[in-house]
């Protein structure tokens, strides 16, 4: 079982201090570097407060002196107790704490210790007989002698040793270790292991201070442990080194300048010593262990040895038409790089690119200083580099070179032509709308529109995209002329998709519903078509598609895009669009009730917003502070905390509507208005909105502000006639989903208010089954909650606690603690589990399970959402609803939805 190091420090505390005479061997394993020293330091630690601290041993290779295992040895025998001989209780503990009964004894290092000590191991873990000390143990499980492996793993399987694996550190982890110094690329590259991340930090300060001191600790640890490789098994290293990654023997053989039949001999023993892996699924294909280890090694490499095996790589590669790997070695071969090969370092980094664009920049990099701006080849490494820069959002550099390029190129001279600068400039302006930052390609954005060599090329969809979704991102109208133009231009791909996605918010604004529903539709059909190394090129067209399902209520179809869109972005490393990915994904979880993934998804797109994307940091801040409303613990405040935070790191935005301020303003005001403070909760929604037209906040936020408008007008006595009004007449004009539930459920309180308590109870019964259809979860349980009281004053208490427990029960699945609170307290009682809708006729039939499918099934959620959040099969799902609709005979969700709620009602 992996665990995390605060894990297994808990564990290994548990098992050292159980009460007993019997110890037993407890093994550590983990990769270099995992953090197997710092963890036994902090168990040693935490025994020298006891009356029997901890003895530590490292076992070293060819060790020929007295063993560790002698000392363990002599302990065993010893075995001492925490008392003296007459029994008296052992004093002058520095604080008391609990004691341990057992000696306990660390041996670090085990996969290094000699053929005697691996044998006094395996009779150690047999525990006949069982030893008086606790063994602890700590080994490398790719250098672990098999021998010792399978003891280990045998007497584990039957509870007489105990195996304690650390996992990785998660992301979170690593933050909270190791600070936001530690980068988004570089807690990737480290794969969660603690020393290579430290590693590569001083790697960076090494580079930025051109000094070598940060890094030599590191240097000095990997050699140490090469210390002692022969000759010919250190060459072979250094070239492993060399090549990095899936090489083979010949190769190797080559660039080590060693027989093949030498070299395969020395891989055999790095493998065992876990200095070289092999690759998965081939085995004949090996790599050096890990990036930080080889980037250590190579720096400690003789430069004259380099530099004639980066010359000896390249001999090979070429042969191979190895491309990738060739632009490697010949962008770091000393003997500079030649003109001819520029040319292909270009191509292997731009190949590079879309798998790890962090090595197409070291490739690219050095080539600036080699390449003037005005030659052919200067003006190519400059635009790879622009996208390269781009994909990692460090847009100031990739925005400097694109007007180098632009500037210095012209018809007359060799080098990139229009269509490649414009392919660059129409990535680097989605980037710029992704970001929300500055819009310096505005003006050249427009250049290349107008080429009319460009017009009849798949390049002038992508443009006109481009400039159309910067408008969009601006709050700007669409020019509809260019959007058909485009759009009828015929060619495929992410960014058709995102002129779909265009045209359906260009539809929306203008009232034409069923049309941009249609687009929406088919621009996200469109988006399931493309492939992944498509999508790749296209990704700011995905985030395009998610706003337009934002925007018209479909939830689940956004969760899915972003979904697949962020995992896409991580495996090609294209950092800048995570904020914005995370932000949207964040939004569409909360309207579907998943508190605790939106809070999740807000944390995340914080810490991707850290630096250079402040606007998408205040934006996170706001949608985590709207998760937390609901799902906070009554009275906390935290909700409100971060609203606050929301609002005081707000940026400049580019455009006169605030969304993150209008969400932050929202949060502010709902707490409000729970907390009992109406007026209040009407000054701060009318104060951001700037009047009652609620013109400084996003469409589509409107009805869910004029709806808290008219339940805090409700409750401070009011006229919501006028809120009311402009809430019909904006869900006349757009008519989404959530709108038109929003409108209804705000025609219920206008009634209410009226003291049309009858025709208050329809519309609240109404807006629950639009807020169901929507999937929205948490706001068709707020719904049901005002129903329940409308009931409670029409004298109906038995469908009054009825709609509160299943208000109730929606709340407490979707871990809305504070609605929770708030539906208890409207009819001044605690509601219980949902058990009175066993007694429902609807529900006269079913088994428990099935009603409980049922309940899910009603709350908007998914067949496999349902199934994970039941912890069974989909297909089990599929067969209950079946049993479901047979006996109650309807036959879809919304027709079950509203037969409970008839039955409620």
Known sequence: MALSPSEALARLLDLTYTPGTEGRLIAVRGDPGSGKTHLLSALVQERQWTALPATSYRCTRGERARTAIDAVRALLRQARRPCGEEGEEVVGLVRERRRPDRELVVLEDVHLADERTVSELITFSGGTPAPLVDLVVTLRPRQTPPELAEALGLTAAFGRTELIDLAPLSDHEMLTAFGPSASYELRRRSGGNPFALRALQALEQDERAGADSPATPFELAVSQEVRDLTPHERHVLHAAAVLRSRFDVELLAEVAALDVVVASAAVHNLLRRDLVRAEQPVDTLFSIRDEVFGTLLRRAIDPGWAARAHQRAIRRLSARGQGVQLGFHLASSPSGTRQGELTRIIAAARELMESDVSESIYLLTPLLAETPHSSEAGLRVRLALCSAFGRVGRLDESRNLLFVVHEAASPDKPGPDAAERAEEVAFVSGVEAVLSQDQQTVDLLEEYLALPELRDTPLWPRLAFARGFRQTMQGRPVEHGELDAALQAGHAGPARAGLLALRALAELADGGLTAADEAACRSGELLDRTPEHQLARGLDALCAVAIAHIYLGRFTDARRHLQRGLAIARRRRHTYLLPTLLVLLSES???????????????????????????????????????????????????????????????????????????????????????????????????????????????????????????????????????????????????????????????????????????????YQDATALFAEAGMAVIQAYALGHAARVHAELGRAERARGLADLAGELARRAGAQTLTAWIDGLLGASTG?????????????????????????????????????????????????????????????????????????
Request: glycine share 6%; aromatic share 2%.
């Open 833 to 905: 589990p949902a058990a009175g809708i066993a007694e429902l006729d609807v529900f006269g039939q079913l088994t428990a399970r099935e009603r409980e499918v049922a309940m899910l099934l009603c709350s908007g959620m998914k067949r496999s959402e349902i199934a994970e959040r039941l912890a069974i099969s989909a297909r089990t799902v599929d067969v209950h609803l079946t049993r479901v609709y047979r006996k109650t005979g309807v036959a879809s969700r919304v027709q079950l939805t509203l037969a409970v709620q008839r039955a409620l009602l």
């Open 589 to 763: 979880e909360r309207h579907l009730g998943l508190l605790e993934k939106a809070r999740a998804s807000a944390d995340a797109a914080i810490i991707e917003s850290s630096s250079g994307t402040p606007l998408r940091l205040s934006q996170a801040v706001a949608l985590k502070a709207a998760a937390e409303l609901w799902a906070q613990p009554p009275g906390s405040g935290r909700a409100r905390g971060l609203a606050r935070q929301a609002l005081a790191q707000q940026a400049p935005s580019p455009t006169r509507v605030n969304g993150s301020a209008a969400q932050a303003a929202l949060v502010l005001a709902q707490d409000a208005w729970l907390e009992g403070d109406p007026r209040h909760c009407i000054a701060l929604l009318l104060n951001e909105g700037r009047g009652r037209r609620l013109a400084a906040i996003p469409t589509n936020q409107h009805s869910a502000v004029r709806e808290l408008l008219c339940a805090a007008g409700m409750d401070a006595g009011l006229p919501l006639d006028d809120w009311a009004h402009l809430s019909h007449e904006h869900a006349r004009r757009h008519a989404t989903p959530p709108d038109r539930a929003y409108d209804t459920l705000i025609q219920g309180h206008l009634h209410r208010s009226q003291g049309a308590l009858v025709e208050a109870a329809r519309h």
